[in-house]
C-alpha cells in the first residue's frame, strides 16, 4: 500500500491518506486525456504558428518534449502517446465544429499534434492520420505557410 500525506493547513497535522497501487494506475491513466483537454486552455487563443522559424510562437511546443518524456517512462500504461493523439484529435475536431472555441487557432493546434508525432517518435504518423484526417493536416500547413492565415 502507498501513502500520501496532505497538510490541509498549519492548524491541521498531517493527514494520513492510504492509496492501492491500483488507485495511483487509475489516477494516472487519466493523464493523456489531462494533456488533450489542455487544448481548451485560454493560453492557446495567443497561439500561432510561426511557418519560418517552425515554431509555436508562445513555445507550447516545448510542452511536447515533456510530455514525451513523461509517456516514455509511462509506469503502467503503454500506450499512453496513442491515447493522447485519440483524445486530442476527437477534441480538436469538436472545437472545429463549436462557434465557443471560434477563437482558437485550432490550424496551430492541428500541427502541434502532428509535431508531436514527428518530433518524438513515440506515436506513429498512421494514428495520427487515423484519427485527423491528412486533408485537415495538409490544409492547416498550406493555410498558415502559403496565405498566413490565424
Not at 515533456?66 to 500504461?77: A, H, R, V, Y
Amino acid at each position: 500500500m502507498l501513502a500520501c500525506f496532505l497538510c490541509f493547513d498549519l492548524s491541521c497535522p498531517a493527514c494520513l491518506i492510504t492509496a492501492t497501487s491500483n488507485d495511483v494506475q487509475n489516477v494516472w491513466s487519466f493523464l493523456p486525456y489531462a494533456y488533450a483537454a489542455s487544448f481548451g486552455a485560454e493560453s492557446w487563443k495567443s497561439t500561432m504558428f510561426d511557418p519560418r522559424n517552425d515554431v509555436i510562437v508562445n513555445n507550447v511546443h516545448v510542452a511536447m518534449l515533456g510530455m514525451s518524456q513523461l509517456f516514455k517512462s509511462f509506469p503502467f500504461k503503454a500506450d499512453a502517446a496513442t491515447e493522447f493523439i485519440k483524445a486530442s484529435s476527437f477534441f480538436l475536431l469538436r472545437m472545429k465544429n463549436t462557434d465557443a472555441f471560434a477563437a482558437y487557432p485550432l490550424r496551430a493546434m492541428c500541427i502541434f499534434l502532428d509535431k508531436f508525432v514527428s518530433e518524438t517518435g513515440i506515436v506513429g504518423r498512421a494514428v495520427l492520420q487515423e484519427n485527423v484526417p491528412y486533408v485537415i493536416l495538409h490544409s492547416s500547413f498550406v493555410d498558415l505557410t502559403a496565405l498566413g492565415i490565424k
